[in-house]
DNA sequence: GAAATTTGACCTTT
DNA sequence: AAAGGTCAAATTTC
């Protein structure tokens, strides 16, 4: 098990930040309609652009800074030997997610079992919890939260916590061929500033230009032949409710800022269908069974690919 | 029969 | 004590 982390969360702040750059250019470009306000609603709407401009810019250094200590990442012991109940020290509300995403489909890569649903509170739709289905026969220690988006209900939060320690060979070479090259665009992205007039697409392209891929990010990942991964990401990251700190080990909430700006942008949700659960009673279960969607090979699933463990270090 | 989900109960954390 | 996370028996589907 022992690969050099291949650093896909990385490689997912790289592409969030592709979607900050997005919304602040669309605040900029809300910032041209101002003039045709009446003095009252420019000087209120100047503000709240003002303000998310900062926060954007303020979300940026947050994720370039993770991006660089990407071992600021929380993960307990975990040998879990999964016994009894007793077993306490992998409560994972003691750990830190290691990603976290909006997105349409809860199709990454993976086959995930689910163990469980709880009603949270302040919610209005349960949570999910799923299981990497290669724990009994690999001791995978992945895990996700899956939750309804409450502001889009087409759309599913997805919390992963801890990485994926199992092998699937048909997903390796994809991984680390997308985490590879990604991590060049981050590289690539670092030379983008929050400035009133930069030209991100510019520096995108310079740097598909070397590498023969497209600007955005997505694009990126089609142009590696992952074309279920690049859906995935763009249909993940378009909307970008929350950027993953990796330096504090926690979430920044974007979603009014960037839902206010960029609103709904150009994000195809094609909102998995409320299918009959595989199992069970019969009942309804929030999220439909990934598994009954079929297993989709060779996206970027894997988070961190595999069994380097460091990556979730908790930060002292 | 194997595998997966559901769901109530149990356990830990806050 | 409340809320959240996990377990495991029951149930269903393939």
């Not at 939060?157 to 320690?165: A, I």
């Amino acid at each position: 098990m022992a690969s050099s982390g291949s650093d896909v969360p990385v490689a997912w702040a790289a592409v969030a930040r592709n979607d900050l750059i997005e919304a602040r250019d669309g605040a900029a470009r809300l910032r041209n309609f101002l003039p045709q306000l009446d003095d009252q609603r420019a000087a209120w709407a100047q503000l709240e652009i003002d303000g998310v401009l900062t926060k954007l810019s303020s979300a940026m250094s947050a994720l370039d800074v993770g991006a660089r200590s990407d071992g600021a990442r929380s993960q307990q012991s975990g040998s879990s030997c999964g016994n009894k109940r007793k077993q306490s020290s992998s409560r994972s509300r003691s750990q830190r997610p290691s990603d976290k995403k909006i997105t349409a489909t809860l199709e990454d890569g993976h086959v995930w079992r689910k163990y469980g649903q709880k009603e949270i509170q302040d919610s209005p739709y349960p949570r999910s919890y799923y299981r990497c289905t290669h724990k009994s026969d690999q001791g995978c220690s992945a895990k996700r939260q899956v939750q309804r988006c409450e502001t889009d209900t087409s759309k599913y939060v997805v919390t992963y916590y801890g990485e994926h320690t199992c092998r699937d060979p048909s997903t390796i070479p994809l991984i680390d061929h997308a985490a590879g090259a990604l991590a060049e665009l981050d590289h690539a992205n670092n030379l983008i500033s929050f400035g009133p007039s930069s030209t991100n697409n510019d520096a995108n392209a310079a740097a598909a230009a070397s590498n023969g891929a497209g600007a955005s990010s997505s694009q990126y990942l089609q142009a590696m032949g992952g074309s279920a991964a690049a859906d995935q990401l763009s249909t993940s990251w378009c909307t970008s409710d929350d950027v993953f700190s990796s330096s504090a080990g926690s979430f920044m909430q974007v979603d009014e800022l960037i839902g206010a700006v960029v609103g709904s942008a150009g994000v195809t949700s094609a909102a998995p269908d409320r299918g009959v659960a595989s199992g069970g009673r019969g009942t309804v279960s929030f999220p439909p069974s990934p598994n009954s969607l079929g297993f989709v090979v060779g996206s970027l699933g894997s988070i961190g690919s595999g069994e380097d463990d460091d990556m979730f270090r908790l930060d002292p």
